[in-house]
């Protein structure tokens, strides 16, 4: 019991220390964002949200499209994204997350991107043309050298395909359509979850602190709302978590829409990721544990070996 009492109360004056490690894993619910427009700018996720940063449209439509990113990638602590450069081929870039600003990393080959995206173990492309087959290839950020891995499984580009930027797990997902699918990073192959219950193939996917995040919007019509969703990602369901309108239209500026892709703010560092919550917890547990075992355990040695005084009972005098 008098461990127990001591392991309590130093718990108890530790718990500060364990709040501010639980405060420091919880999700900041605003990020960086794009749009179809490529406006860059960060959005309130829980709200809808969007503020411009910075505003990159080109005015000629052919040069539009080379310079629209095929995905963000977080990796070491950088940001990255995949373009044809002005030459018409592939490009790996980095990216300035405080101002949407890109530098040059090295040209890729060029196998049609259809898809670009990360976890915590690299940069990953989805290539193929249509009809297929798709393949995963992981892409190295300083040559910007693409490895094909293995096939997807996807053969159908009439419909779209988004690869998540994941932040903080190895676990990489796809949604093709309104499905949602997990790929192995070691093999290629996509294994189908669920479908999403959105209209067709949900964007922005960033999977960050056990969340997976998307938006969908009807591009056709003036002043198109988009939807900001959570994605279920035992059953692949999504839920509505907020709604908002950049408008008038996803062909002026500014705020066009819909919100293509989702990038974590901050970017998460390349340093070595402190312990969760709960490995803390554990860790001070038994440090609290150990220092109070120290005082019992020297006690009970020294009254065992003879170098602690024996409590004994006062004689009873004797009567004459």
């Known amino acids: 019991m008098r461990i127990l009492r001591?392991?309590?109360?130093?718990?108890?004056?530790?718990?500060?220390?364990?709040?501010?490690?639980?405060?420091?894993?919880?999700?900041?619910?605003?990020?960086?964002?794009?749009?179809?427009?490529?406006?860059?700018?960060?959005?309130?996720l829980n709200t809808g949200t969007f503020h411009l940063i910075r505003t990159t449209p080109s005015l000629d439509g052919y040069q539009f499209q080379l310079n629209f990113p095929?995905?963000?990638?977080?990796?070491?602590?950088?940001?990255?994204?995949?373009?044809?450069?002005?030459?018409?081929?592939?490009?790996?870039?980095?990216?300035?997350?405080?101002?949407?600003?890109?530098?040059?990393?090295?040209?890729?080959p060029n196998d049609p991107i259809q898809g670009f995206g990360s976890t915590a173990k690299g940069l990953y492309a989805v290539t193929g043309v249509n009809g297929g087959p798709f393949y995963l290839n992981s892409v190295d950020p300083v040559t910007g050298a693409i490895t094909q891995i293995g096939a997807t499984g996807f053969t159908n580009t009439?419909?779209?395909?988004?690869?998540?930027?994941?932040?903080?797990?190895?676990?990489?997902?796809?949604?093709?359509?309104?499905?949602?699918?997990?790929?192995?990073t070691g093999t290629g192959a996509a294994t189908l979850i669920g479908g999403t219950g959105t209209p067709d193939t949900p964007f922005?996917?960033?999977?960050?602190?056990?969340?997976?995040?998307?938006?969908?919007?009807?591009?056709?019509?003036?002043?198109?709302?988009?939807?900001?969703?959570?994605?279920?990602?035992?059953?692949?369901?999504?839920?509505?978590?907020?709604?908002?309108?950049e408008g008038p239209s996803a062909l002026t500026s500014p705020y066009a829409t819909p919100l293509d892709y989702f990038v974590p703010d901050p970017i998460p560092p390349a340093a070595v990721p402190e312990p969760s919550s709960v490995a803390m917890v554990g860790f001070l547990i038994m440090l609290c544990a150990l220092k109070c075992r120290h005082r019992p355990f020297l006690s009970q040695t020294m009254r065992t070996s003879g170098f602690a005084p024996e409590t004994t009972r006062p004689s009873t005098p004797k009567l004459s």
């Open 6 to 44: 001591c392991a309590f109360g130093c718990l108890a004056a530790l718990f500060p220390i364990i709040a501010v490690f639980s405060a420091n894993a919880t999700a900041d619910t605003v990020v960086y964002a794009e749009t179809a427009a490529e406006e860059w700018g960060t959005v309130d």
């Open 204 to 245: 922005s996917m960033l999977f960050e602190n056990g969340t997976l995040y998307a938006s969908y919007a009807d591009q056709g019509g003036p002043d198109p709302p988009y939807t900001i969703y959570t994605i279920n990602t035992a059953t692949g369901l999504a839920t509505v978590l907020s709604t908002g309108v």
């Open 70 to 108: 095929a995905g963000y990638g977080v990796f070491n602590g950088n940001l990255y994204d995949m373009h044809f450069d002005a030459a018409g081929k592939n490009a790996l870039y980095q990216v300035n997350p405080a101002t949407g600003g890109e530098t040059f990393v090295a040209e890729s």
């Open 158 to 184: 009439s419909v779209s395909l988004d690869v998540s930027s994941i932040s903080d797990t190895g676990v990489l997902y796809a949604a093709s359509g309104p499905n949602l699918y997990s790929i192995d």
